[in-house]
């Protein structure tokens, strides 16, 4: 499972977090419209091999996370097929998590 630590420095701004991103959701983020920021940070997430398919291991602010996820939403729709739903999924728990530890 990733790494998902994150906390506020003592200016109470939010920290980078690192997230890993599955591989089915991280191929349909390089095919989306991205702001240049949001593909910048896809660009330097580092590919960890996982059996037969990767994930991305991504460092950025959970904002970024959260915008990457919105734009994962056709992946949970009925046109996606069942392994894309379950990526969004795991990555959405992810990202959801970072909300909820505590510093």
């Known amino acids: 499972m990733a790494p998902a630590a994150t906390a506020l420095d003592a200016n109470g701004v939010d920290s980078p977090t690192v997230l890993d991103v599955p591989g089915k959701v991280a191929d349909f983020l390089r095919t989306t419209d991205l702001?240049?920021?949001e593909r910048a940070t896809l660009d330097k997430g580092v590919t960890v091999r996982r059996g037969q398919g990767y994930t991305l291991r991504v460092t950025a602010v959970p904002s970024v996370h959260r915008q990457?996820?919105?734009?994962?939403?056709?992946?949970?729709?009925?046109?996606a097929i069942p392994a894309q739903r379950k990526a969004r999924r795991?990555?959405?728990?992810?990202?959801?998590?970072?909300?909820?530890?505590t510093p």
């Open 90 to 101: 795991e990555y959405a728990n992810r990202v959801n998590a970072l909300g909820t530890e």
């Open 35 to 37: 702001e240049p920021g």
């Open 68 to 79: 990457l996820l919105s734009h994962c939403q056709p992946l949970d729709g009925a046109a």
